[in-house]
């Protein structure tokens, strides 16, 4: 039987901060087991995780026992922490990308567009921010923390998406290490390749506004598949552009540009 794909493991490098002594008595403790250090981490990290790969049911146990006796949790209390503890981001960001598609699709409204189809689009706006609204009670009530005096629902769309790579990309493996660098910059040439490149899909598709159904899904994957075709264009897709996407309101340049650098993880 073949492997699923979420079992496989490959080599990853991380960069741990130890000092001589624990890395002294780790290998010590490897060398008792007859194991290497990094298969002493990956069995910690398997039974911890509870994967496959796992070592027993007693060992997952007392790995999670070990986690929570260590208070993590209580000491990293942002929106973001609170998404990954409860597998909540996917469903989060799809709440928060219908969010703000509909409101660029209020914003660049026609003129003669019809009222009825602007007061539809009020009222799903209106409708899906309950739904973001919910998240940040959900939040509030977790934390214990019913004030909401530090808390506003613009104040954790904006942690959520400081942190969206490590929330919704398996291949980012820490969260600590997801907030923003220090002078990390959009590209203005990239952004605007972008954005043009969406423009184009647009008007070859003859629409003005994001199409519903399973028309906008076409667009986005042919969008993908233009940002292919421009030369070193895919390679030089950063973080901060896609962030910068989603400030200017060009929401299916960046699902098409996440969707390419996704299958080009499974490119030979």
């Known amino acids: 039987m073949a492997e699923n794909k979420n ?27 007859g194991l290497t250090v990094g298969t002493l981490l990956e069995d910690f990290a398997a039974d911890l995780t509870g994967s496959a790969h ?15 006796r260590h208070g993590y949790e209580y000491e990293a209390g942002g929106f973001s922490q609170y998404l990954a503890r409860y597998d909540a981001a ?5 709440t928060l990308d219908s969010y703000d598609g ?10 003669d567009d019809e009222e009825d189809y602007k007061e539809y689009l009020k009222s799903e706006i209106a409708a899906t921010r309950e ?18 005096a530090e808390y506003t ?13 490590a929330l919704t990309d398996p291949e980012r493996e820490d969260l600590t290490e997801r907030e923003p660098t220090e002078g990390a910059e959009a590209s203005p040439e990239v952004v605007g390749k972008l954005e ?29 598949r233009k940002i292919t075709e421009e030369p070193g264009l895919l390679e030089a897709i950063t973080d901060a552009d896609l962030d910068q996407l989603t400030e200017d309101n060009f929401h299916t340049a960046r699902h098409a540009a996440e969707v390419a650098r996704g299958l080009m993880k499974y490119t030979i």
Not at 8 to 18: S, T
Not at 90 to 94: G, I, Q, S
Not at 153 to 165: N, S, Y
């Open 90 to 94: 996917e469903d989060f960001f799809r």
């Open 196 to 224: 043009a490149l969406e423009n184009n899909v647009y008007r070859e598709y003859k629409v003005n506004s994001k199409p519903a159904g399973r028309t906008w899904l076409y667009m986005a994957l042919d969008l993908a």
């Open 153 to 165: 629902l613009e104040a954790i769309i904006a942690d959520a998406k400081a942190h969206r790579k």
């Open 54 to 68: 796992s070592c027993g049911s007693d060992e997952r146990d007392l790995a999670g026992k070990w986690y929570d």
């Open 7 to 33: 079992t496989q493991r490959k080599a990853r490098r991380l960069v741990l901060n130890l000092d001589n002594e624990e890395v002294d008595r780790l290998s010590r403790y490897a060398i008792r087991g």
């Open 102 to 111: 509909l409101a660029w699709d209020l914003d660049h409204a026609d003129e």
């Open 131 to 148: 739904d973001l609204e919910s998240y940040l009670n959900d939040y509030l009530n977790d934390t214990n923390d019913g004030s909401g």
